[in-house]
């Protein structure tokens, strides 16, 4: 990310401090902001049927997965983004091959049913459960009958982890990261996709690294790496609030993980499920 760009990152003014998480991973100059990494995100867009489809990505944050959508051959993509600075710079990487609209997620301004494919990465998890419920009112308001819901977001694991453990999980990610932070179990990630009217057909795992130097690797690459450990060695606020985030990490490594969910909205009210291998 050049200066210029890192200039233009939501928040610009705010103390390093004080910044979510996302946002301050981006002024590092991190461009891959996912829990699963580069390589859950392709292969969640991967197993989607993209090809001559409406698409539609809330939250494109820095827009790299709307390059891997476009692409796959889409007939549209549209991106809705709730902050001004972050669609500009997501309508920055599409040119003229897609657009980037100004709405919230949970009311998009969409019209009814206009869309085939809905995707959003790492948004879900920082709202509280009755705000998750109505995004997915919204996305199930927007597909057409039969179109897909994908997500890449944050788990709770094991499915059986104590809610004491839960709850300090959670209290810490938020300590941390400057957001709401609420991932679930992957049961509940399932329930609550079902009671909004949604058939879940996959669901794939992966370990949340998000901050190990092989993920940064893999991720960013060795000059993004670099760029990376440049900014972080001489910017001390923003090294205190990385520092703080790794260890809020590693401290709950064995009970986080990225979860990848497609799920299909849904003709009839009980809908079945099914978990990919």
Not at 8 to 29: F, I, K, N, S, T
Not at 181 to 205: D, M, S
Request: hydrophobic share 45%.
């Amino acid at each position: 990310m050049s200066d210029h760009a890192a200039a233009q990152v939501p928040l610009a003014g705010r103390r390093a401090e004080d910044l979510p998480a996302h946002w301050l991973l981006a002024r590092l100059g991190k461009k891959v902001l996912r829990p699963g990494g580069k390589q859950l995100t392709t292969r969640l867009v991967g197993m989607l049927p993209l090809r001559d489809a409406d698409v539609v990505e809330l939250a494109p944050g820095l827009g790299l997965t709307a390059k891997l959508l476009l692409e796959a051959g889409p007939a549209s993509y549209i991106g809705v983004e709730n902050d001004a600075d972050a669609a500009a710079l997501a309508a920055a990487s599409l040119g003229a091959r897609g657009e980037v609209t100004i709405g919230e997620a949970k009311s998009t301004g969409l019209a009814d049913a206009s869309c085939d494919v809905v995707l959003t990465e790492a948004m879900l998890t920082m709202h509280t459960n009755a705000q998750k419920g109505e995004i997915l009112d919204e996305v199930a308001r927007i597909l057409r009958p039969g179109g897909c819901y994908a997500v890449h977001e944050l788990a709770l694991v094991p499915d059986d982890i104590p809610i004491e453990t839960a709850e300090d999980v959670r209290l810490s990610l938020v300590r941390s990261q400057k957001v709401n932070t609420r991932p679930q179990t992957t049961p509940e990630w399932i329930a609550l996709f079902a009671a909004h009217g949604f058939e879940v057909e996959h669901v794939v795992h992966a370990p949340m690294r998000l901050l190990h130097f092989r993920r940064l690797l893999a991720d960013e690459g060795l000059r993004g790496t670099l760029h990376i450990a440049g900014t972080y060695l001489r910017d001390a606020d923003v090294r205190r609030r990385v520092n703080t985030m790794r260890a809020a990490f590693r401290r709950n490594e064995k009970h986080i993980a990225a979860i990848a969910i497609i799920a299909r909205r849904a003709a009839a009210s009980t809908p079945d499920t099914e978990e990919a291998p």
